[in-house]
Nanobody, 119 residues
Framework: QVQLVESGGGLVQPGGSLRLSCAAS????????IGWFRQAPGNERERVSC????????YYADSVKGRFTISRDKAKHTVYLQMNSLKPEDTAVYYC????????????WGQGTEVTVSS
């Protein structure tokens, strides 16, 4: 059974940084895509970023390009999301996901970690 455990959320001031981590276990896929969605109160879940296990190709939503960086530690089966220049509109619950592509349908999900950007 796939398990995804997120950590690293919290409260940060605008312009600040946070690094989210997602440790994956219980999977046996040779190929997978792992990454992050987020959901702000009253909004639909939004795709943020993902990385492929095959060639480490990445995707970023336009709203986070240039500010967020996704990376992974293959040995630790862990994916990271470095978030810089945070804005209040980045406030959301961030969910780690694992799938065969960079979409949420049919994905495995973590429990979520809350990020609040506020002064």
């Amino acid at each position: 059974q796939v398990q995804l455990v997120e950590s690293g959320g919290g409260l940060v001031q605008p312009g600040g940084s946070l690094r989210l981590s997602c440790a994956a276990s219980g999977f046996s896929y040779d190929y997978y895509v792992i990454g992050w969605f987020r959901q702000a109160p009253g909004n639909e879940r939004e795709r943020v970023s993902c990385i492929s296990s095959g060639d480490d190709s990445t995707y970023y939503a336009d709203s986070v390009k240039g500010r967020f960086t996704i990376s992974r530690d293959k040995a630790k089966h862990t994916v990271y999301l470095q978030m810089n220049s945070l804005k209040p509109e980045d406030t959301a619950v961030y969910y780690c996901f694992m799938n065969v592509d960079c979409y949420g349908y049919g994905a495995h999900w973590g429990q979520g970690t809350e990020v609040t950007v506020s002064s």
